[in-house]
């Protein structure tokens, strides 16, 4: 009913940059708050950062300075622009999105596959 497809994951140096991109498509009549969560073997999932459908934006302190949230509405798609970055920032990382389908009576979360992003020297 509604896919989240994401990019922009990979291998890159201490101080370097990456950008995730997430798409969302199908049956959709509204994305409200997009997100991204990054996961470690052996710990829970956490939120990054997310971004309401009005461009309201929270980041975890960890990312606060360095990381960038936006999205484009026309697109449905979300992005993580990530600079600075740590060796404590590898993880793989999820897109998540809240949607009303066209099929639905309530708004669910949906989320992508995931996409690992690991820093190291």
């Known amino acids: 009913q509604v896919q989240l497809v994401e990019s922009g994951g990979g291998l890159v140096q201490p101080g370097g940059s990456l950008r995730l991109s997430c798409a969302a498509s199908g049956s959709i009549l509204r994305v409200n708050t997009m997100g991204w969560y990054r996961q470690v073997p052996g710990k829970q999932r956490e939120s990054v950062a997310t971004?309401?459908?009005?461009?309201?934006?929270n980041y975890a302190a960890s990312v606060k300075g360095r990381f960038t949230i936006s999205r484009d509405n026309a697109k449905n798609t979300v992005y993580l622009q990530m600079n600075s970055l740590l060796p404590e920032d590898t993880a793989v990382y999820y897109c998540?999105?809240?949607?009303?389908?066209?099929?639905?009576?309530?708004?669910?979360?949906?989320w992508g596959q995931g996409t690992q992003v690991t820093v190291s020297s």
């Open positions: 971004i309401t459908s009005g461009g309201s934006t």
């Open positions: 998540n999105a809240a949607v009303r389908a066209t099929m639905n009576r309530y708004e669910y979360d949906y």
